[in-house]
């Protein structure tokens, strides 16, 4: 409510000094009217930067935890991809744990990776299949050598599933693919698209792993990236854009006396 009260008086100054401006040369005393205009100017920049200084204030006294960005990238991705999916008409779904933790992947390398996995995801499934997302966290156990050393003094983790349709049955293929690339693509690109996902998954600290079950006919992609220990907070942007110039027609030429 604050905020939008310092708004609409920024917005009220703005109009002022719209016509003030458009006041000038119409007085006839030309002296008086400078004056004037350059008095109205300055006390206008006086009051909107204190405005400006108090909507800061406000704006850094008021942080906003950071929370649910996992689930608003997957939500992001999906709609990005809304028109191969319903190209295909592939059904979507989404099963995610609450309060999930957040993971200490940079938004925009978490939003990447998301979008090469859909990616193949959309391409593998075929015409009227399902891909759903599943997400949960879990504790990894401590262990002696090996990759859970690595990860031994990271206790909790965050895990995306990708599950989705696959009608293709390669021989020789295990019910666990383990950490390889599948090549379930004609089209090589879709492949590079994952390496490069894994790249960004392991220089973060995460891992990556691929399953298929063949009863079901469908594959796995599990992605799991470290939580983040400490409470991340952020700013939200305030919008202080203000009308510089009055609608058309509003303001009457007439000279000021």
Known sequence: MLIQLILHVRRALGSIRDVTDLSRGKFRDKEFGDFFCRSIGKEIEISDLLLNSLLNYIKTSAPIEKTNTVHTLIEHVLAKCRAQLEEKNIRTSETFEENLPETVVPD????????????????????????????????????????????????????????????KKPGGWSRRISEGIPSLQKDEGFGLLLR????????????????????????????????????????????????????SGSIPNIPIR
């Open 196 to 247: 490069l996902a894994k790249e960004l998954v392991l220089r973060n600290q995460g891992m990556i792993k691929f399953e298929r079950d063949e009863e079901k006919a469908q594959m796995i992609i599990s992605l799991g990236f470290p939580a983040e220990r400490r409470k991340v907070f952020f700013y939200e942007p305030i919008n202080i854009n203000r009308p510089t110039n009055p609608p």
């Open 108 to 167: 925009e390398q978490l939003k990447y990776i998301l979008n090469c996995v859909l990616l193949h995801a959309v391409a593998s499934t075929p015409p009227n299949g399902s891909i759903g997302f599943l997400t949960k966290s879990f504790s990894l156990k401590r262990g002696a050598g090996g990759v859970q050393a690595f990860f031994e003094k990271v206790e909790r983790f965050a895990e995306i599933r990708v599950v989705f349709s696959s009608d």
